[in-house]
T-cell receptor, first 111, second 115 residues
Framework: QQQVKQSPQSLIVQKGGISIINCAYENTAFDYFPWYQQFPGKGPALLIAIRPDVSEKKEGRFTISFNKSAKQFSLHIMDSQPGDSATYFCAASGSQGNLIFGKGTKLSVKP | GAVVSQHPSRVICKSGTSVKIECRSLDFQATTMFWYRQFPKKSLMLMATSNEGSKATYEQGVEKDKFLINHASLTLSTLTVTSAHPEDSSFYIC???????????FGSGTRLTVV
């Protein structure tokens, strides 16, 4: 019940295209859903996060869509750029604050 | 924004020795810090949660006597890998934040290699 399932494992997108990464969770007590971007050898950096009281949040080219009834959330990267090539992790957290991470998606944006 | 400084970024040590990794919150008070471990091309696995002034809570399967965590102040937590073995080689990452707003920031990580 603590799992966060993330797909796809890897994704190749052409420059200018839309990258979509999906996550699903089981624990209805989760109330904070962040997305992290990680480059090799670096710690994860928070991209964008959402709470279950809204269905969508947009920050620049990054959008989170949240479906509370389906217990799913997704990250959309619009106008994907080669610099977006990284590993992306979704996560979920409850009142304890500890993050449960998905397995990650390696995104490659081809020029 | 919030900054978490983690040192060292890389360390190589001999089997049987101990290594200390520091995690500092530079511009905010961190009531809670988390320590994660990440294997190559894998996700982050929570090792333990530490709250300032109290003992750390370890996740199942994490040896508390091997991975000593100290959170003596609101700006510093340390992870000490004791009697390190090659299988302890990994990427260790801390995160720090305030429990009230879930605003957790990650350090840059420490690559530990035990030879």
């Amino acid at each position: 019940q603590q799992q966060v399932k993330q797909s796809p494992q890897s994704l190749i997108v052409q420059k200018g295209g839309i990258s979509i990464i999906n996550c699903a969770y089981e624990n209805t007590a989760f109330d904070y859903f962040p997305w992290y971007q990680q480059f090799p050898g670096k710690g994860p950096a928070l991209l964008i996060a959402i709470r279950p009281d809204v269905s969508e949040k947009k920050e620049g080219r990054f959008t989170i869509s949240f479906n509370k009834s389906a217990k799913q959330f997704s990250l959309h990267i619009m106008d994907s750029q080669p610099g977006d090539s990284a590993t992306y992790f979704c996560a979920a957290s409850g009142s304890q604050g500890n993050l449960i991470f998905g397995k990650g998606t390696k995104l490659s944006v081809k020029p | 924004g919030a900054v978490v400084s983690q040192h060292p970024s890389r360390v190589i040590c001999k089997s049987g020795t101990s290594v200390k990794i520091e995690c500092r919150s530079l511009d905010f008070q961190a009531t809670t810090m988390f320590w994660y471990r990440q294997f190559p091309k894998k996700s982050l696995m929570l090792m333990a949660t530490s709250n300032e002034g109290s003992k750390a809570t370890y996740e199942q399967g994490v040896e508390k006597d091997k991975f000593l965590i100290n959170h003596a102040s609101l700006t510093l937590s340390t992870l000490t890998v004791t009697s390190a073995h090659p299988e302890d080689s990994s990427f260790y990452i801390c995160s720090a934040g305030d429990r009230r707003d879930y605003g957790y920031t990650f350090g840059s990580g420490t690559r530990l290699t035990v030879v």
